[in-house]
């Protein structure tokens, strides 16, 4: 009950669109790699440390986190993408593409070979990650 009080105003704002209970199940093919560990060092969803904690990925600047991050990933971020549902979605069906597409570099590269393909999937990992992540302060 408190988690849906406290993720109300972040799906009302738009910021998620997807169902948080089906992501954090679809999340678990994320575990692999990914882990969310909150800023006080608590573990959401334990998980590998080969891709960046994913714990606040919304407005995140591409490759900022503390993390060993690609060139291409990092370039992304450089030229202003911050994760938000759609950059999200588009990049987890295709990590390699998105970033080829992004950068307009057909040579990028993404570290990040998984592919989640159902965008519904992808959405609900979203608004799994954004209701575990801080609290997200309405826009405006």
Known sequence: ???????????????????????????????????????????????????????????????????????SIVQAGEAGLAWDEEAFISYVADPKGFLAEYNDDARAKSKMSFKLKKADDAADVWTYLVSVGPEVKPEG
């Not at 009080?5 to 692999?32: I, M, Q, W, Y």
């Not at 891709?51 to 690609?70: E, Q």
């Open 1 to 71: 009950m408190g988690m849906a009080l406290f993720s109300a105003p972040v799906f009302a704002d738009g910021h998620a669109s997807g169902d948080a209970e089906a992501g954090e199940k679809v999340f678990n093919k994320c575990k692999a790699c990914h882990m969310i560990q909150d800023a006080d060092g608590n573990d959401i969803a334990k998980g590998g440390r080969t891709g960046p904690n994913l714990y606040g990925i919304y407005n995140r600047v591409a490759g900022s986190a503390d993390f060993k991050y690609g060139d």
